[in-house]
């Protein structure tokens, strides 16, 4: 069976390439291993889809080449992804930082795309996995349905995240055949795992929640944090642990409106004497201030010293984690095919021509609140004017 094009994998980049490449009158197949197309967009925003941001830029996004994305998120921005959703009448709502989600469900957005690929007469194709990649005269894929035929490739079959809803390691093992670089891969936007003492100490406390500025490997982000009964989850954790590394403290501000040594030591100049813990808890949660302050003591009871050093507990909270939650929690695939390896304006191999790679699988991984989206949609939409 031949095709112009086989698309490996029916998630948002994979459909929005053969959809493109579909209007320019190409024979587009898509080969999904699981039963139904969009199984990630499904699950994704609770069940919303949080589709894209209005706040895209380059700097939202992970890489060994951090210049790499800027011509696809150039190409084709938020606002054309939302002019989309608004043809279909999809309605949509913002929450904060810019995050965009669908009033409804998430479904409205795979409907949508596959209603597209049926107007560009693209072949969608579910319970189908490719098997295996070769090339002779043109690209053979072996499938689960038999040999199927292609003068153009894309691999767009995600990461190694969510390995329940089908993740494998696809993209990375037929890159490595054809010769292609592969940044070391790891979970990202996933829960930290504590130690066993820290364990011990606070995951007790699970489900308290507290306004933190978290701070690991170079990055910083002011989000919430929740405590969890393995460790630390919550926005500010996830976006911090796409750049930490085994072996790296992660430093949590808590109460950042707030300079807790100069407030504590006024109230003391004042001559209150309340417990450390429950003036603490004017600004850190209750049960995590009782945790955190010195048991019994009140304010009059302690030393500048001892003071000064129970703000800096707090500010920051130094913790060292164990790990993560790995890949079945981690909402993306941090690393994958090497930039180097593929042109920024189509995303065709620079070695194999007719190979191209766009999506998670490439080493471009966004920040939480809608980013990996919007370079689903990027990658895609540029490679399917390409391909």
Same mark, same amino acid.
């Given at each position: 069976?031949?095709?112009? +094009?086989?698309?490996?994998?029916?998630?948002?980049?994979?459909?929005?390439?053969?959809?493109?490449?579909? *209007?320019?009158?190409?024979? +587009?197949?898509?080969?999904?291993?699981?039963?139904? #197309?969009?199984?990630? /967009?499904?699950?994704?925003?609770?069940?919303?889809?949080?589709?894209?941001?209005?706040?895209?830029?380059?700097?939202?996004?992970?890489?060994?080449?951090? !210049?790499?994305?800027?011509?696809?998120?150039?190409?084709?921005?938020? %606002?054309?992804?939302?002019?989309?959703?608004?043809?279909?009448? /999809?309605?949509?709502?913002?929450?904060?930082?810019? $995050?965009?989600? =669908?009033?409804?469900?998430?479904?409205?957005?795979?409907?949508?795309?596959?209603?597209?690929?049926?107007?560009?007469?693209?072949?969608?194709?579910?319970? =189908?996995? %490719?098997?295996?990649?070769?090339?002779?005269?043109?690209?053979?894929?072996?499938? #689960?349905?038999?040999?199927?035929?292609?003068?153009?490739?894309?691999?767009?079959?995600?990461?190694?995240?969510?390995?329940?809803?089908?993740?494998?390691?696809?993209?990375?093992?037929?890159?490595?055949?054809?010769?292609?670089?592969?940044?070391? =891969?790891?979970?990202?936007?996933?829960?930290?795992?504590?130690?066993?003492?820290?364990?011990?100490?606070?995951?007790?406390?699970?489900?308290?929640?507290?306004?933190?500025?978290?701070?690991?490997?170079?990055?910083?982000?002011?989000?919430?944090?929740?405590?969890?009964? $393995?460790?630390?989850?919550?926005?500010? /954790?996830? $976006?911090?642990?796409?750049?930490?590394?085994?072996?790296?403290?992660?430093?949590?501000?808590?109460?950042?409106? =707030?300079?807790?040594?100069? @407030?504590?030591? %006024?109230? *003391? &100049?004042?001559?209150?004497?309340?417990?450390? *813990?429950?003036?603490?808890?004017? !600004?850190?949660?209750?049960?995590?201030?009782?945790?955190?302050?010195?048991?019994?003591?009140?304010?009059? $009871?302690?030393?500048?010293?001892?003071?000064?050093?129970?703000?800096?507990?707090?500010?920051?909270?130094?913790?060292?984690?164990?790990?993560?939650?790995?890949?079945? &929690?981690?909402?993306?695939?941090?690393?994958?095919?090497?930039?180097?390896?593929?042109?920024? &304006?189509?995303?065709?191999? !620079?070695? +194999?021509?007719?190979?191209?790679?766009?999506? @998670?699988?490439?080493?471009?991984?966004?920040?939480?609140?809608?980013?990996?989206?919007?370079?689903?949609?990027?990658?895609?939409?540029?490679?399917?004017?390409?391909?």
């Amino acid at each position: 069976m031949h095709f112009d +094009v086989i698309v490996v994998g029916a998630g948002a980049a994979g459909l929005m390439c053969a959809i493109e490449a579909g *209007k320019r009158g190409r024979r +587009v197949a898509v080969l999904e291993n699981n039963s139904r #197309a969009g199984s990630k /967009i499904l699950i994704s925003g609770g069940g919303r889809c949080n589709f894209t941001n209005r706040q895209v830029t380059a700097r939202n996004f992970l890489s060994d080449n951090p !210049h790499f994305a800027k011509s696809a998120l150039a190409r084709y921005t938020p %606002a054309d992804f939302i002019a989309l959703i608004e043809r279909h009448g /999809i309605r949509y709502h913002e929450k904060t930082l810019g $995050q965009l989600f =669908c009033d409804e469900s998430a479904r409205q957005v795979t409907e949508m795309l596959l209603a597209e690929c049926r107007a560009a007469s693209v072949d969608v194709r579910t319970s =189908c996995p %490719a098997r295996d990649l070769r090339k002779a005269d043109e690209f053979v894929v072996d499938t #689960a349905a038999g040999e199927m035929q292609a003068r153009t490739v894309v691999i767009a079959s995600g990461g190694l995240s969510i390995p329940k809803m089908g993740a494998t390691d696809f993209a990375y093992r037929i890159a490595r055949r054809f010769g292609l670089r592969v940044v070391e =891969c790891r979970p990202a936007l996933v829960p930290l795992v504590l130690n066993d003492d820290d364990r011990a100490r606070y995951c007790d406390l699970a489900g308290v929640s507290a306004d933190v500025i978290a701070a690991t490997g170079g990055a910083i982000f002011r989000e919430k944090m929740l405590i969890t009964h $393995q460790g630390l989850s919550g926005p500010a /954790i996830l $976006q911090a642990s796409s750049y930490w590394r085994p072996g790296q403290a992660v430093a949590l501000t808590l109460a950042p409106d =707030c300079d807790l040594a100069s @407030e504590l030591t %006024a109230r *003391k &100049k004042r001559g209150e004497r309340g417990a450390l *813990k429950t003036i603490l808890a004017d !600004h850190v949660p209750k049960r995590l201030a009782e945790r955190l302050a010195p048991a019994g003591q009140t304010l009059n $009871q302690i030393s500048d010293r001892e003071l000064a050093a129970a703000a800096a507990q707090l500010q920051p909270w130094v913790l060292t984690p164990a790990g993560t939650e790995g890949y079945a &929690k981690a909402e993306v695939t941090a690393g994958g095919i090497d930039t180097s390896e593929l042109s920024s &304006k189509t995303f065709e191999s !620079h070695k +194999v021509r007719g190979l191209y790679f766009i999506g @998670e699988a490439v080493d471009v991984t966004g920040h939480l609140g809608g980013f990996n989206f919007q370079w689903a949609w990027a990658s895609g939409y540029c490679a399917g004017q390409f391909v």
